[in-house]
């Protein structure tokens, strides 16, 4: 298990690649955020990064958030996928399962987006509840089902 950061970013706003976004993962932030931990100064992080995250265990969180955006595979080598930056960052935010926390957003996203990554986070969080659930309801019926194959033979 090794700690490090996931970053979401953007293409620049104008190119052909709108509506994508890349994921990406440092062992630590670059030299330039380090230098001055002040979240409003967003020129210390890369051009057109939006969002980072710290996570105990990078490796788990970039598989994660490859499970979250799957079926907006664009490109596996290059991490990256279509899809809107506020459900970028909410499969990230929605993660649960793994111990993170935000470092840093940009200040540039507004008061619209940010309801709309926390309405989204709240719908996967919800999903997964429910799979989680359904799961646990297979799980007791198989045992008991196995139970009464069990005793069965002996009424």
């Known amino acids: 298990m090794k700690a490090g950061y996931l970053a979401i970013e953007s293409p620049p706003i104008g190119t052909d690649d709108s509506g994508l976004v890349k994921l990406l993962s440092w062992d630590e932030l ?3 955020a380090t230098q001055n931990q002040d979240e409003a100064n967003h020129a210390n ?6 969002y980072v995250a710290r996570f105990n265990d990078i490796l788990a969180a970039g598989m994660h958030f490859h499970n979250g955006l799957r079926r ?3 490109d596996i ?12 960052i909410a499969v990230i ?3 649960s399962d793994l111990r993170h926390e935000r470092i ?3 200040p540039a996203i507004d008061q619209n987006d ?3 990554i926390n309405q ?5 969080r919800s999903k997964k509840k429910k799979i989680n659930l359904a799961i646990k309801i297979l799980g007791f019926i198989a045992i008991a089902i196995l139970i009464f194959n069990a005793i069965a033979p002996m009424l």
């Open 114 to 116: 940010l309801e709309a």
């Open 77 to 88: 080598n290059e991490k990256t996928y279509r899809a809107e930056l506020t459900h970028a």
């Open 93 to 95: 935010e929605a993660e």
């Open 120 to 124: 989204d986070a709240d719908k996967i």
């Open 45 to 50: 992080y890369p051009e057109n990064v939006h």
């Open 30 to 32: 670059p030299h330039e």
């Open 104 to 106: 840093w957003m940009d």
């Open 72 to 74: 907006q595979l664009v």
